[in-house]
């Protein structure tokens, strides 16, 4: 993974991050479980990858959407395209609720 | 405990009436059929279509996992496909992961996975997911293979990825084919898997079914990610059916574009270009005023589009660089791209599809 570059006005993903609150955790994965149809059995945790939920390039992009929506904030392409986890996209909307409110 | 002759001459009977091979050198042997006693001696010869089946035998030993060595018969089978004629020649090979269900095949196919690659198979806890990887590898180095003149085992292939984590051949060093200006890309949806070749030219492509649906609202998610002129040509469509298609042919054609460049979603944010289906030079991209941001210079527009609908059931979009761009005057018209398709079950038949109804070009 390449390290983040700032650019002037975006967010910069941080490399060590501390941990998302369980609530946004919660939250996220309920979203991800909506936008890809997630059987009701299979496990959705903060470790859960998108790609073992088999999201391709438009789920991923309809979840930012959608977290956009939630948490009432704007991601941008570099910051989406650094997630991996569902606790990486709880990560980074923690820091954005964050800076938005600060 | 060895096969009984009984299983064994059974087996043959069987293997018999399914054996149409256009040349008999072609036989080899793998572990998905039973063992024969002898290779056998006639053989009908089909014409047109190459078919060729997977027969083993005492006449031909188990190939050794020896990595570039061409003594290796296993990938033997792979036929020669017409080369590769000039940068604007396309050659697409796919593969329907719901067709293959044979497990023996499939362990074959796993057999071409590097260990690091297996690990990443391994790593996927849906089967259908793990199936899809070993798949979309197994494609993947078989195509290059046929495209290397069937001289280095699929087994042998090495990857690196470029800064922004686009795959590329790791050529070795000490080959011939070190200077092999062959570059790929691949696609996948769960239905199927397509791998496009191009030599001399950076590329990129995208399938997607048709019949997809999309969770949010077809013009909010062309607010948000599309430019505005995409939004309004998306608005104008009255019919949802026919809105919800066109987005996903721009949708394709988007991230075959970025997928060509090579950096990223974000090296080319899909508000940062826009791509026009109805012009009457074919399938045109053009920066907006959002690329004129620091950043973005790498945005370039000389890319040659093609657009088709595949089996009335995908929607597929190529993206090649366009090299000869920069002589033709901007009102010339770009050639358009050659595209040749191939549906595949590697090692046991290719048909060709392009030019039949499968393959139905849009633009």
């Known amino acids: 993974m390449s390290a983040p570059v700032a650019t002037a006005g975006s ?62 904030i704007t991601v941008d392409e570099s910051s989406a395209q650094e997630i991996r986890t569902v606790e990486d996209a709880a990560s980074l909307i923690d820091k954005l609720v964050t800076d938005k409110d600060s | 405990m060895p096969p009984t002759a009984r299983a064994i001459s059974q087996a043959w009977r069987a293997a018999r009436s399914r054996i149409r091979m256009r040349h008999h050198h072609l036989l080899l042997r793998c572990r998905a059929m039973p063992l024969l006693p002898l290779p056998p001696r006639t053989l009908r010869v089909s014409g047109g279509l190459v078919h ?45 992961p719901d067709e293959l269900n044979n497990q023996s095949q499939l362990n074959m196919y796993e057999e071409l996975l590097s260990p690091s690659e297996r690990e990443y198979a391994d790593s996927m806890k849906a089967t259908m997911l793990r199936k899809d990887v070993v798949l979309s590898r197994a494609l993947l180095r078989t195509t290059l293979s046929r495209y290397t003149g069937c001289k280095i085992d699929p087994r042998s292939f090495e990857f690196k990825k470029n800064k922004f984590g686009k795959p590329e051949v790791l050529w070795p060093l000490d080959d011939s084919t070190a200077e092999q200006p062959l570059h790929f890309n691949i696609s996948h949806t769960t239905s199927l898997i397509a791998c496009g070749i191009a030599i001399n030219a950076h590329i990129g492509i995208d399938v997607e079914e048709k019949k997809r649906n999309t969770t949010k609202n077809i013009l909010s998610l062309a607010r948000r990610y599309f430019t505005p002129s995409e939004v309004d040509s998306l608005a104008e469509i009255s019919d949802s059916d026919a ?47 959002n690329a004129s941001r620091p950043g973005y210079d790498h945005l370039s527009e000389n890319w040659l589009f093609t657009l088709a609908e595949l089996n009335s059931s995908h929607y597929m979009s190529v993206c090649i660089e366009d090299s000869s761009r920069s002589q033709a ?12 398709v191939w549906k595949t079950v590697p090692f046991v038949e290719d048909t060709l599809v392009s030019g039949t109804e499968a393959v139905k070009l849009i633009a």
């Open chain 2, 52 to 96: 060729h089946r997977l027969i083993r035998c005492h006449g031909m030993p188990i190939p050794r996992r020896t990595p570039g060595v061409s003594g290796g018969r296993l990938f033997a089978s792979l036929p020669l496909p017409p080369p590769l004629q000039s940068p604007r020649e396309v050659h697409v090979w796919y593969l329907c």
């Open chain 2, 329 to 340: 005057g901007p009102e010339d018209s770009p050639a358009p791209v050659g595209l040749k």
């Open chain 1, 11 to 72: 967010a910069v993903f941080p490399a060590h991050r501390l941990q998302a609150k369980q609530d946004t955790v919660d939250k996220v994965c309920g979203i991800v479980k909506k936008q890809l149809a997630v059987a009701e059995d299979t496990v959705v945790s903060g470790e859960t990858k998108f790609a073992d939920l088999g999201a391709d390039s438009l789920d991923t992009v309809e979840i930012v959407m959608g977290l956009e929506e939630a948490f009432s």
């Open chain 2, 243 to 289: 809105q919800r298609k066109e987005f996903l042919k721009l949708w394709t054609l988007k991230e075959a574009y970025v997928k060509a460049l090579g950096m990223g979603f974000s090296g080319a944010p899909f508000s940062t270009f826009s791509i026009m289906l109805e012009t009457s030079k074919g399938i045109r991209i053009s920066k907006t005023s």
